[in-house]
């Protein structure tokens, strides 16, 4: 029926406290994710998409093709870093315009692909293996477009595990002992960076260091040649012969926990005693530095020993480093310390892409699913550490996507162009201005290597 007034009322929802507010839902003309189009023109400006969409193999035959494979593919990466981890998702994003312009193409004004689609794109084709070994790869192909704007050419690598807890019947989804649930066991590999160089879903039930050489060593191929030198951090679980022989072959520093045992503790007996005097209100540190074979060593390697004493503990913490490096024992434990940070980055994966939800049966389309998490997370890192304005530079990615991608504006179209008015809240125009002008400076011709 006609309002008396005039207004339509089709769709328009008003509370009760206030009856002068409306609540229109509009979602052709508003957009939840507007901040995507930073992260869409850094993209642009590295060529990131087109490259991967130019090495993966479109598996249909028909010319008639509704959805380029690139524009997939983008639907797949960005709807990740804005928090859509499922293909569910799609059945809104294909009419998100943001997510439109993002897709580009005949999506910019019609629409993106459909849940079916994009179920089939993900665990269908991309989980063919050439392109699951061409997405494996991808990620190191991305970093290297980006170190050819920085200046930086020694690397720092850490390697670690986690766990991504499964709550279905998904293939060699297996029980974990040490993390106490049916899970899969995940390898990475990071830079100084934060950047995901590489990363391999693996069984639940798998060793920590198991697999390391199809992680670690396509990562080390990559640098050589490039780097001026890299060094290597991990925990104990990688305290393996072949781990230190592989890097000394390389010519890599390393940094590595060792598990303790009797004939080390007989190297530091005089540091295991409490010291004499009343304990201090600080943590008192001791440090030692000394050569040592295990029985499975080729020869002998440096080990260097910190022992803490904390006010109220009866025992002092202990712990040791097996390295090949010549800095001072203090500076040896505080190089090692620093790979703190990598749990932190994994952390961050887990909460800001949800790189844990591996929900399909298929251990390969699983497979695929990581690795197109781990390319939403390097494109959030490369905008925080290439374009972010020193005002917000310390921003997590969490916070990178609830207040810069989550912008709301209202689109609005005209003939030649579409308008989004952006709100101004969180991020202000003069930070999303600096965002994008140091996106510009990225098109300038990288950066000459050095002879």
């Not at 022989?245 to 598990?259: D, K, N, V, W």
């Not at 090949?324 to 961050?348: A, D, H, M």
């Not at 997370?377 to 917000?392: C, D, E, Q, S, V």
Request: hydrophobic share 40%; glycine share 8%; net charge positive.
């Amino acid at each position: 029926m006609t309002n008396p007034t005039g207004e339509a009322q089709d769709g328009i929802l008003r509370p009760d406290f206030d009856r002068r507010i409306m609540l229109e839902f509009r979602g052709s003309v508003v957009t939840s994710d507007a901040g995507l189009l930073a992260y869409r023109e850094l993209d642009d400006a590295l060529g990131l998409t087109p490259a991967a969409g130019e090495r993966l193999a479109d598996a249909r035959t028909g010319k008639n093709g509704r959805h380029a494979l690139v524009g997939m593919f983008r639907q797949s990466v960005f709807g990740r870093l804005a928090g859509y981890e499922d293909v569910n998702d799609a059945l809104r994003l294909r009419h998100d315009p943001a997510m439109r312009w993002i897709i580009g193409g005949k999506a910019a004004k019609g629409s993106g692909a459909s849940p079916s689609q994009m179920g089939r794109f993900e665990t269908n084709w991309l989980a063919k293996p050439e392109n699951l070994a061409t997405l494996t790869d991808l990620s190191g192909s991305w970093i290297d477009q980006v170190a050819k704007r920085r200046s930086c050419k020694r690397v720092v690598l850490d390697l670690d595990s986690s766990v991504s807890p499964t709550h279905g019947d998904q293939e060699k989804s297996v029980w974990n002992r040490h993390f106490g649930c049916t899970c899969y066991h995940p390898l990475f590999v990071f830079n100084q960076n934060g950047d995901l160089e590489r990363c391999a879903l693996r069984p639940g039930n798998v060793h920590s260091a198991d697999g390391w050489e199809d992680v670690l060593k396509p990562v080390v191929a990559r640098y050589r040649g490039t780097a001026t030198s890299i060094a290597f951090r991990g925990d104990a679980a990688f305290a393996q012969p072949n781990m230190y022989e592989f890097l000394e072959s390389e010519g890599i520093e390393y940094a590595i926990r060792l598990p303790a045992n009797q004939i080390l503790q007989a190297q530091i007996g005089r540091l295991l005693k409490r010291p004499i005097g009343r304990p201090p209100q600080h943590v008192q540190r001791f440090y030692k530095s000394f050569h040592y074979k295990a029985a499975s060593w080729s020869h002998p390697r440096r080990v260097v020993a910190k022992v803490e004493w904390h006010l109220g503990e009866l025992f002092p913490r202990v712990g040791f480093i097996v390295t090949n490096l010549s800095y001072s024992s203090k500076n040896i434990v505080g190089f090692y310390n620093k790979r703190g940070t990598c749990e932190q980055w994994i952390k961050e994966g887990k909460g800001a892409i949800k790189w844990t939800r591996l929900s399909c049966r298929s251990f390969n389309a699983n497979a695929v699913r990581l690795q197109l998490h781990a390319l939403a997370y390097n494109l959030g890192n490369f905008l925080r550490t290439l374009a972010i304005p020193a005002a917000i530079e310390k921003w997590s990615l969490t916070s990178l996507r609830e207040k810069l991608i989550k912008i709301g504006p209202k689109v609005v179209s005209h003939g030649r162009y579409v308008a989004f008015q952006m709100a101004e809240v969180a991020i202000s125009r003069q930070l999303f201005a600096a965002i994008m002008q140091s996106i510009a400076a990225l098109r300038s011709p990288p950066m000459a290597t050095a002879p």
